[in-house]
């Protein structure tokens, strides 16, 4: 089957580092990706990762393990600014992105 | 990347009629996408669009209610027909970039149906 979860809500602290993970069963798993979207806009483009590892760009860096079904977003030197819903999501073998339901970042002073 | 523009960015509508929201990206693609999102929720998708094939679209939406034009490689329009409250929300159009992978939203159409 496809599924996907991620925590509902997580709280950070202004300068400190978070990780946003996501787990994963997607039949013909071919990469997932991380979102962000601030209240009533709509969702940016953060990362994908299709091979095991840690990509960086940035403040931001996304994980992933393949064998594992899992993934996470990782944020240092956190700004008032990051505060948003976190979104991930998988893609199948016929482009199909299955969704989670996001996570909402809520960071404080 | 891609830039995508939307109209109208919202509207407010009467039971029964219908709105044709449209999408425009600034470049080339294949691969589009239709969703739609409750506030507070996740996004739930319509349908895919690909250019030169018929739509295609997800359980509980059919092309009846939501029919969806594709031209051409940088367009694309969703109609709502016959619209009711329960289809009250935000309308999103997305494209898909390949290699690498990245996806691009439009900027959403608030739609409001009284």
């Known amino acids: 089957g496809q599924n996907i979860d991620q925590p509902t809500e997580m709280t950070a602290t202004e300068g400190a580092i978070v990780q946003i993970n996501c787990t994963y069963q997607?039949?013909?798993?071919?990469?997932l990706f991380w979102y962000q979207q601030h209240a009533g806009e709509a969702p940016t483009f953060l990362s994908y990762?299709?091979l095991d590892g840690l990509e960086e760009k940035g403040r931001f860096s996304s994980f992933l393990s393949r064998s594992k079904g899992y993934s996470y977003l990782l944020l240092k030197e956190l700004q008032m600014k990051d505060s948003a819903s976190y979104l991930c999501a998988s893609m199948d073998s016929n482009y199909q992105l299955i969704w989670g339901a996001g996570t909402k970042l809520i960071i404080k002073p | 990347s891609a830039v995508i523009s939307q109209k109208p960015s919202r509207d407010i509508c009467q039971r029964g009629t219908s709105l044709t929201i449209q999408c425009q990206v600034d470049s080339q693609v294949t691969m589009m996408f239709w969703y739609r999102q409750q506030p507070g929720q996740s996004l739930t998708l319509i349908a895919t669009a690909n250019q030169g094939s018929e739509a295609t679209y997800e359980s509980g939406f059919v092309i009846d209610k939501f029919p969806i034009s594709r031209p051409n490689l940088t367009f694309s329009t969703l109609t709502v027909s016959n619209m009711s409250p329960e289809d009250s929300s935000i309308y999103l159009c997305?494209?898909?970039?390949?290699?690498?992978?990245?996806?691009?939203f439009g900027p959403g159409t608030r739609l409001t149906v009284t």
């Open positions: 997607t039949s013909g798993f071919n990469g």
């Open positions: 997305s494209v898909l970039l390949r290699e690498p992978y990245e996806q691009y």
């Open positions: 990762n299709v």
